[in-house]
Nanobody
């Protein structure tokens, strides 16, 4: 069973920056893509960003585009989310997730695939990010 551990969450003032990290506990695990989702109280879990290890394509929700940057190291099963220009509405629990290795004949091509939680099989426990005004 793959386990993901997020870290780096905390309290930051609006306009500030924070970097959250996620690492798979199973060091031999290989993933197709990794992503970040977030959920605020009373809200549905929503997509933030994702990275495809094959080619390094990245995907961002419009709400964070230009402010957040996803990066990582596939060999280390590690993904980062650099969050800049944080806003109070960014306050949420941030979860990392993994798309497992896929059939070579069934790659993910579209933003909608990466943005859907159904594409991800493994999820971390989440790390709280709070942005004060």
């Amino acid at each position: 069973q793959v386990q993901l551990v997020e870290s780096g969450g905390g309290l930051v003032q609006a306009g500030g920056s924070l970097r959250v990290s996620c690492t798979a506990s199973e060091h031999t695990f290989s993933s197709y893509a990794m992503g970040w989702f977030r959920q605020a109280p009373g809200k549905e879990r929503g997509f933030v960003a994702a990275i495809n290890w094959s080619g390094g394509s990245t995907y961002y929700d419009d709400s964070v585009k230009g402010r957040f940057t996803i990066s990582g190291d596939n060999a280390k099963n590690t993904v980062y989310l650099q969050m800049n220009s944080l806003k109070p509405e960014d306050t949420a629990v941030y979860y990392c997730a993994v798309v497992p290795e896929r059939d070579p004949g069934s790659p993910l091509h579209y933003f909608s695939d990466y943005a859907s939680s159904l594409s991800y099989d493994y999820w971390g426990q989440g790390t709280q990010v709070t942005v004060s005004s």
